[in-house]
């Protein structure tokens, strides 16, 4: 069996999800969030935007139900990857530095793994809204001082009935900031059965496969930076299930996946065994890992793996009559470059991996 957890999850995306109108009102409203370049990504914290109310100059624009068009700018605006020259706005609350690839039908019910897997690099308030249902305000743009705003002015949310929302994105084309600004937010749901359009996705995901961090509290959570690096924990994973009599022995073969690079092209792990276990886990952020941790009471046997793949496999022969009853424990260690990870999080450069358990038995 396994236990513990590997480290480290990072991805170059950010997300909260709102599964109703009214949760998503319960928070959003007289909010805001700025995304600063940094790097290869952004820094990222709560506050720092205001509404720009739309003035006279404000040109709608004719974007139809689940539909996107593009929006020309007078300066390019910095992304990471590159400057882009115009911005696809989608009338369902999401703004793109490319055309997305997003179908109308799917763009109707806001998916973290549609989100996360994007090919364009796109900033969300992803809900179902049309602006056209009757009564419906419009969506807007206007630049106003170096900033280029684009603003859901009362949009209905779909399908009929009074529930409009107000939001607006704004982005600074000089600097390549990015503010997501929220006015009123409606809690009136769309009344449809299974209401798949009633789900907010706050967020920002980089153009191609990211990995998922999982939801965030943006009202709770500190400043954050973003990188340009995925990374999945450190996994380990045993078999068979050994079996040992007094004439034949086993091997238990050890996969290690998610191991990262130490240096170009190359990657490399331990598979460290003991016949004790540490189930709690022992943080080791004094060895220069912070949030990582120990699973082994004690370090008995090592085993090295060296390969140009993230996936690396070690093997632990068990001799015929090995006892029977006893219970093998690893545990992975891979290697990284020291600082190398984000932030310079990881000093000791070495990541760990959950523990796995093996039982040995005779039949």
Known sequence: GSYGAGCYRISDSFYQYFATPAAASGQLPGASITLVPAGNGYAVATGGGSWIAPGGAAAVLALGDDDQVA?????????????????????????????????????????????????????????????????????????????????????????????????????????????????????????????????????????????????????????????????????????????????????????????????????????????VPDLGGSPLAGLGMPGCAQYLGSLDAFAFALGTSPALTTALPLPAGFPRGVTVYAQALGLAPPNGLPNGMNPFGGVTSNAVASFVNDR
């Open 71 to 275: 929006v020309a700018l007078s300066a390019p605006l910095p992304v990471p990857g590159g400057a882009v020259a115009a911005l696809h706005v989608h009338s369902n609350g999401i703004v793109g530095a490319a055309p997305l690839s997003l179908s109308p039908a799917a763009s109707a019910a806001p998916a973290v793994a549609a989100c996360l897997g994007e090919a364009a690099t796109a900033f969300y308030a992803w809900h179902d809204f049309d602006p056209t249902e009757p009564g419906s305000g419009v969506i807007l743009v206007e630049e106003v001082a170096g900033v280029l705003c684009i603003t859901w002015n009362g949009v209905e949310s779909h399908p009929a009935g009074a529930n409009p929302s107000w939001l607006q994105f704004q982005f600074e084309l000089a600097t390549g900031a990015v503010r997501l600004v929220f006015g009123a937010v409606t809690a009136l749901g769309t009344g449809q059965p299974t209401a798949p359009s009633e789900q907010w996705l706050v967020g920002y995901s980089p153009g191609g496969p990211s990995v998922d961090p999982g939801p965030i509290d943006l009202l709770a959570v500190g400043p954050f930076t973003l990188g340009a690096v995925n990374m999945e924990p450190l996994r380990l994973s045993a078999s068979p299930a050994p079996v040992v009599t007094a004439t034949a022995g086993t091997v238990i073969t050890y996969a290690i996946d998610h191991v990262p690079e130490w240096s170009p092209g190359s990657h490399a792990a331990f598979t460290i065994l003991s016949f």
